[in-house]
């Protein structure tokens, strides 16, 4: 009898052992989504200026449509254009969508097909599928060669 109570008691601490054992995988399980949380916290916050920038054009564009004549603007540089509100909307959603994707040739792609649809509409050209088609497809095709080359090397 009392070896079956000492075998009785060894089975229980060596079960008490493997939960120990599995109790700290658990805990690094959490560490490491904690320490994946402040990495992802860490570059937001690394890259908060770029957030600024992005409210700041944010604003100028607010100001050009809110405040400024369309005729004052559509003619400066190239004709019929509207320049001055394409490239401060260009700037502040390049800057907007770098911060957001954490990544600045994603921006720009994305920047680049918000202010080729806004061109078209400022010239009152008719969005339809097929041509969202034609804007987005060689700025996807552009992003996926881009990644497959950075990929290799």
Not at 73 to 101: C, G, K, R
Request: net charge positive; glycine share 2%; aromatic share 12%.
């Amino acid at each position: 009898m009392a070896r079956a109570k000492s075998r009785l008691s060894q089975k229980k601490t060596q079960g008490l052992e493997l939960n120990l054992e599995k109790k700290p995988d658990t805990f690094s399980a959490q560490a490491i989504q904690t320490s994946t949380f402040k990495t992802v916290a860490q570059n937001y916050l690394q890259h908060l200026p770029t957030l600024f920038l992005g409210i700041i054009f944010s604003a100028l564009t607010f100001f050009i449509l809110t405040k400024v004549e369309p005729s004052a603007v559509q003619h400066l540089i190239l004709p019929n254009t509207y320049l001055p509100f394409l490239a401060s909307s260009f700037l502040a959603s390049f800057f907007l969508t770098s911060f957001l994707l954490l990544n600045s040739r994603r921006g720009f792609f994305l920047a680049l097909a918000i202010t080729i649809f806004l061109f078209l509409r400022v010239q009152q050209v008719l969005i339809k599928p097929q041509i969202l088609l034609i804007i987005i497809s060689p700025l996807v095709i552009l992003e996926l060669v881009f990644s497959l080359i950075n990929r290799k090397s």
